[in-house]
Nanobody, 119 residues
Framework: DVQLQASGGGLVQTGGSLRLSCAAS????????IAWFRQAPGKEREAVSCINGYDGRTLYADSVTDRFTISIDYTKKMVYLQMNILKPEDTAVYYC????????????WGQGTQVTVSS
């Protein structure tokens, strides 16, 4: 079974950094696209970034470009989201997602991890 386990959220001040981790099991990372989504209170879930496990291509939402970096550790079967220069508007529950196509939401979700950025 495809399983995703997100972790690494927390409380951080504006301008700070956090690294989220998504532990993948039950599938081969090289054949999946892994994405990070987030959902703020009262808002719809939105895509933040994704990475193609086959060729390493990445995509970012405009709101996080140049601040967030997505990466894969194939040995550890982990996908990371390094978040720098955090802003209060980054406050949300962050989820990892697995599928087979870039820019298309995959069918597999991990549980969320809360990120709170204080002003």
């Amino acid at each position: 079974d495809v399983q995703l386990q997100a972790s690494g959220g927390g409380l951080v001040q504006t301008g700070g950094s956090l690294r989220l981790s998504c532990a993948a099991s039950g599938f081969t990372l090289e054949t999946y696209v892994i994405a990070w989504f987030r959902q703020a209170p009262g808002k719809e879930r939105e895509a933040v970034s994704c990475i193609n496990g086959y060729d390493g291509r990445t995509l970012y939402a405009d709101s996080v470009t140049d601040r967030f970096t997505i990466s894969i550790d194939y040995t550890k079967k982990m996908v990371y989201l390094q978040m720098n220069i955090l802003k209060p508007e980054d406050t949300a529950v962050y989820y990892c997602n697995a599928g087979h196509r870039m820019v298309v939401t995959g069918p597999y979700w991990g549980q969320g991890t809360q990120v709170t950025v204080s002003s």
